[in-house]
């Protein structure tokens, strides 16, 4: 493994959780609300533009957004195998 430091920011463009609640990535806020009987709550994505302009000035996007990408990735395999 490397010692390679990192922005505070790395890795956090969206949102950690994608659960009933109010979740805040760097970039990207989710908000789903509990379900109303038999209806499902629609989810509610917001994005903050002047963020994701910062984000793409930084030397380390590529990377950041790339981790990103890979926990989406991985956190979709497991929701539909268990």
Not at 1 to 29: A, L, W, Y
Request: aromatic share 8%.
């Amino acid at each position: 493994m490397n010692n390679t430091e990192h922005k505070d920011c790395f890795g956090t463009i969206f949102p950690n959780r994608i659960q009933v609640g109010e979740h805040q990535g760097k970039v990207f806020s989710l908000r789903i609300d509990a379900p109303a009987g038999m209806m499902r709550a629609r989810p509610q994505i917001e994005k903050d533009v002047p963020q994701w302009d910062d984000c793409r000035e930084c030397p380390e996007f590529e990377s950041c957004y790339r981790l990103c990408m890979a926990r989406i990735a991985l956190e979709t395999a497991v929701s539909t195998n268990y």
